[in-house]
C-alpha cells in the first residue's frame, strides 16, 4: 500500500539533507533564475497557491534536469497596506477581522486561548507577518518545493527595496518611465494610495476607476454640475434631477461656484480641487428653479427625483428620457404625479408638455430607445429597479457600439457614438464646460 505522507516524508528530509536545492556559483553551468510571486505574509495559504508555485517548481525542475544551475528562492511580500489593515483594525476592535483571523489562525492550532492570544498580538504588525511567513514555509515544504531556503527575505529587507530602487533608475534611464498625474484608490483613514490586495474583499470586487464628466450648466450665479458617464447625451438634455430631502451646497470650486450634493465636496477635495462652502442647501431648495442648456437657448427645469444618490458622483442628475430608462421611466412617473406636482409648487402643464430628445439612431429600432427597452423589459415604474438595471445596461451597450448621433448633434451628426464620445468630452473640456472627477 502506497502511504504518500511517509514516502514524502521520506524524501523531503532527505533532499532537505542533501542540499540538492542550494544554487552555488558555478562557473561550468548556465545560469537560470526562478521566481514566483511571493505569498501576501497576512493569511494563511490555500490551494490556489499551491498551483501557482508547483507550476514555478516545475519549471526549476526541469531546467536543472538539463543541467542549468538554477536559483530558486522564496520571498514573503510584507510592504503596501494590507498587514498595517489588519492591524489597525484589530485594534479598533473589528470584530469581522477578529473572527478572520481566528479562523486563520485556527488552521495551525485548535486551542482557543492560544488562538485568541496569538489573534490580540496582531495589533503589532510584525507579529501577523512572522507568525504567517513561518507556517507559510511549513507549507511550502510539506508540498516538496525545490527551494533554496537560505536566500529567503522579504519585501522589507533594505537590500531588496534598494534592488527595486535600482530597476526604477534602469527603467528610467531607458525612457520607459513617466511622471504624471493619474487617478489611483486613496483611503481617507489611512491617508495613503491604496490597491487591490489592500481591500478587503478587493480580489472580488470591480475596482476600476471610472472618469466622470462634470457638465456646468448655467445656474443663478453659478454652476448646477450634475455628472455622467456618457457627454455624448448632452445634446438630449430636457431636465435636471437632484433628490428633494438630499442636502445640497453653494461652493466655490476653483474659483467658480457650483451647486452639487454636499457629500461632493469630500470628493473633489480629494481630486486636487479647492473646494470652499458657501452656503447649506436642501434639494427642495433647488426645484422649481431652471438652468440653462451650454450648447442651445434651452431651459432646463430642476425637478424632484427620489431615485437620486447624493452619496454618488455630484448628487446632481441630468435627464436624457430618450436614451436612459431610468430617466424615461421617472419623467413618466412625474408626469402622472399631480400630488408631487403640487407639493412642489410645479408647473404640471410645462412637466407634462417635456418629450425625450432623440440623439441617437439604432438601426432595429425606430422609436425612443429608452421607451423601447423599458417596454421590453417591462418596466412599470421607478421601483422595477431589477428590470430597469437590465434594461440600462443593454440600451447603453447597444447605442455606444451600435448607435449613430443624427442631425440634433450639431458637427457631430452621422457621427458613431463610440468614436463621438471623446470628441464632445475633449470639446467640452477646452471650452470650459465640463470638468472631470473620478469614481471607482
Given at each position: 500500500?502506497y502511504?504518500?505522507?511517509?514516502?514524502?516524508?521520506?524524501?523531503?528530509?532527505?533532499?532537505?539533507?542533501?542540499v540538492?536545492?542550494?544554487?552555488?556559483?558555478?562557473?561550468?553551468?548556465?545560469k537560470?533564475?526562478?521566481?514566483?510571486?511571493?505569498?501576501?505574509?497576512s493569511?494563511?495559504m490555500?490551494?490556489?497557491?499551491?498551483?501557482?508555485?508547483?507550476?514555478?517548481?516545475?519549471?526549476?525542475?526541469?531546467?536543472?534536469?538539463?543541467?542549468y544551475?538554477?536559483?530558486?528562492?522564496?520571498?514573503?511580500?510584507?510592504?503596501?497596506t494590507?498587514?498595517?489593515?489588519?492591524?489597525?483594525?484589530?485594534?479598533?476592535?473589528?470584530?469581522?477581522?477578529?473572527?478572520?483571523?481566528?479562523?486563520?489562525?485556527?488552521?495551525?492550532?485548535?486551542?482557543k486561548?492560544?488562538?485568541n492570544?496569538?489573534?490580540?498580538s496582531?495589533?503589532?504588525p510584525?507579529?501577523?507577518?512572522?507568525?504567517?511567513?513561518?507556517?507559510?514555509?511549513?507549507?511550502?515544504?510539506?508540498?516538496?518545493?525545490?527551494?533554496?531556503?537560505?536566500?529567503?527575505?522579504?519585501?522589507?529587507d533594505?537590500?531588496?527595496?534598494r534592488?527595486?530602487?535600482?530597476?526604477?533608475?534602469?527603467?528610467?534611464?531607458?525612457?520607459?518611465?513617466?511622471?504624471g498625474?493619474?487617478?489611483?484608490?486613496?483611503?481617507?483613514?489611512?491617508?495613503n494610495?491604496?490597491g487591490?490586495?489592500?481591500?478587503?474583499?478587493?480580489?472580488e470586487l470591480?475596482?476600476?476607476?471610472?472618469?466622470?464628466?462634470?457638465?456646468?450648466?448655467?445656474?443663478?450665479?453659478?454652476?448646477?454640475?450634475?455628472?455622467?458617464?456618457?457627454?455624448?447625451?448632452?445634446?438630449?438634455?430636457?431636465?435636471?434631477?437632484?433628490?428633494?430631502?438630499?442636502k445640497?451646497?453653494?461652493?466655490?470650486v476653483?474659483?467658480?461656484?457650483?451647486?452639487?450634493?454636499?457629500?461632493?465636496t469630500?470628493?473633489?477635495?480629494?481630486?486636487?480641487?479647492?473646494?470652499?462652502?458657501?452656503?447649506?442647501?436642501?434639494g427642495?431648495?433647488?426645484?422649481?428653479?431652471e438652468?440653462?442648456?451650454?450648447?442651445?437657448e434651452?431651459?432646463l427645469?430642476?425637478?424632484?427625483?427620489?431615485?437620486?444618490?447624493?452619496?454618488?458622483?455630484?448628487?446632481v442628475?441630468?435627464?436624457?428620457?430618450?436614451?436612459?430608462?431610468?430617466?424615461?421611466?421617472?419623467?413618466?412617473?412625474?408626469?402622472?404625479?399631480?400630488?408631487?406636482?403640487?407639493?412642489?409648487?410645479?408647473?404640471?402643464?410645462?412637466?407634462?408638455?417635456?418629450n425625450?430628445?432623440?440623439?441617437?439612431?439604432?438601426?432595429?429600432i425606430?422609436?425612443?430607445?429608452?421607451?423601447?427597452?423599458?417596454?421590453?423589459?417591462?418596466?412599470?415604474?421607478?421601483?422595477?429597479?431589477?428590470?430597469?438595471?437590465s434594461?440600462?445596461?443593454?440600451?447603453?451597450?447597444?447605442e455606444?457600439?451600435?448607435?449613430t448621433l443624427?442631425?440634433?448633434?450639431?458637427?457631430?451628426?452621422?457621427?458613431?457614438?463610440?468614436?463621438?464620445?471623446?470628441?464632445?468630452?475633449?470639446e467640452?473640456?477646452?471650452?470650459?464646460k465640463?470638468?472631470?472627477?473620478?469614481?471607482?
Amino acid at each position: 500500500m502506497y502511504k504518500a505522507r511517509e514516502i514524502e516524508k521520506k524524501w523531503q528530509e532527505r533532499w532537505a539533507a542533501s542540499v540538492i536545492y542550494n544554487a552555488d556559483p558555478d562557473p561550468t553551468k548556465i545560469k537560470k533564475f526562478i521566481t514566483i510571486p511571493y505569498p501576501y505574509a497576512s493569511g494563511t495559504m490555500h490551494i490556489g497557491h499551491g498551483r501557482s508555485y508547483v507550476n514555478g517548481d516545475i519549471f526549476a525542475r526541469y531546467y536543472r534536469a538539463k543541467g542549468y544551475n538554477v536559483l530558486f528562492p522564496m520571498a514573503f511580500h510584507i510592504t503596501g497596506t494590507p498587514v498595517l489593515a489588519i492591524s489597525s483594525s484589530l485594534e479598533r476592535g473589528d470584530q469581522e477581522t477578529y473572527e478572520k483571523m481566528c479562523d486563520y489562525v485556527g488552521i495551525h492550532t485548535s486551542d482557543k486561548r492560544e488562538i485568541n492570544e496569538i489573534v490580540k498580538s496582531f495589533i503589532d504588525p510584525w507579529n501577523i507577518v512572522n507568525y504567517f511567513s513561518k507556517k507559510m514555509i511549513v507549507d511550502l515544504k510539506s508540498i516538496g518545493m525545490s527551494l533554496d531556503w537560505r536566500r529567503e527575505f522579504t519585501t522589507g529587507d533594505a537590500i531588496y527595496n534598494r534592488f527595486i530602487e535600482w530597476q526604477y533608475y534602469q527603467l528610467k534611464e531607458r525612457g520607459y518611465l513617466e511622471k504624471g498625474e493619474y487617478p489611483i484608490l486613496y483611503c481617507p483613514r489611512c491617508m495613503n494610495a491604496v490597491g487591490e490586495d489592500d481591500i478587503v474583499r478587493g480580489d472580488e470586487l470591480d475596482l476600476s476607476i471610472n472618469e466622470y464628466t462634470c457638465i456646468k450648466f448655467p445656474f443663478e450665479d453659478g454652476y448646477l454640475v450634475p455628472a455622467t458617464l456618457r457627454p455624448e447625451t448632452i445634446y438630449g438634455v430636457t431636465n435636471i434631477w437632484v433628490h428633494p430631502k438630499g442636502k445640497y451646497v453653494k461652493v466655490e470650486v476653483n474659483d467658480e461656484i457650483w451647486y452639487v450634493s454636499k457629500k461632493a465636496t469630500a470628493l473633489l477635495k480629494n481630486q486636487n480641487k479647492k473646494v470652499k462652502i458657501m452656503e447649506n442647501l436642501k434639494g427642495k431648495e433647488l426645484i422649481g428653479k431652471e438652468a440653462r442648456h451650454i450648447f442651445f437657448e434651452r431651459s432646463l427645469p430642476v425637478l424632484p427625483g427620489e431615485f437620486v444618490d447624493t452619496f454618488a458622483a455630484t448628487g446632481v442628475v441630468y435627464s436624457v428620457p430618450a436614451h436612459a430608462p431610468f430617466d424615461y421611466i421617472a419623467l413618466i412617473d412625474l408626469q402622472q404625479d399631480e400630488e408631487t406636482i403640487k407639493k412642489y409648487n410645479l408647473d404640471g402643464d410645462a412637466i407634462k408638455n417635456i418629450n425625450p430628445i432623440k440623439i441617437i439612431d439604432l438601426e432595429d429600432i425606430n422609436g425612443i430607445p429608452a421607451k423601447y427597452f423599458c417596454e421590453k423589459y417591462q418596466v412599470k415604474s421607478q421601483k422595477d429597479n431589477k428590470k430597469l438595471d437590465s434594461a440600462t445596461t443593454e440600451n447603453y451597450r447597444m447605442e455606444f457600439y451600435n448607435g449613430t448621433l443624427n442631425e440634433r448633434c450639431d458637427g457631430y451628426a452621422a457621427k458613431p457614438v463610440n468614436l463621438a464620445v471623446d470628441l464632445i468630452l475633449n470639446e467640452l473640456i477646452e471650452q470650459n464646460k465640463a470638468d472631470t472627477i473620478y469614481l471607482p
